[in-house]
């Protein structure tokens, strides 16, 4: 499985962009955001299932959507009323089974998001 992720960007806060990923290789299942901001941790931003069921930090709730396209193997990002906080590297991840309840875990290359204030 690889995954390519594209749309970031530099973006005055309050403003919008859109990132997307997309997953060739074998079907996966979970998808994900995840980011990392200077100087601290990655952490999950959302994430889907196959199904569409979605998950999402509660500092992003209300101003992000996660969707994806399972025909076109792509998950996107909305995001809207972008804050400074919301800077970093943006990566995606998916999670595919591998049966006897073991699973594998991809990471894309990370897109960078750079709110200005």
């Known amino acids: 499985v690889q995954l390519q992720a594209s749309g970031g960007g530099l973006v005055q806060a309050g403003g919008s962009l859109r990132l997307s990923c997309v997953a060739s290789g074998l079907s996966v299942n979970v998808m994900g955001w995840y980011r990392r901001a200077p100087g601290k941790q990655r952490e999950l931003v959302a994430r889907i299932t196959r199904g569409g069921t979605t998950d999402y930090a509660g500092s992003v709730k209300g101003r992000f959507t996660i969707s994806r396209d399972n025909a076109k193997r792509t998950m996107y990002l909305q995001m809207n009323g972008l804050k400074v906080e919301d800077t970093g590297v943006y990566y995606c991840?998916?999670?595919?089974?591998?049966?006897?309840?073991?699973?594998?875990?991809?990471w894309g290359q990370g897109t960078q998001v750079t709110v200005s204030s």
């Open positions: 991840n998916a999670d595919r089974s591998l049966g006897g309840g073991e699973w594998a875990d991809y």
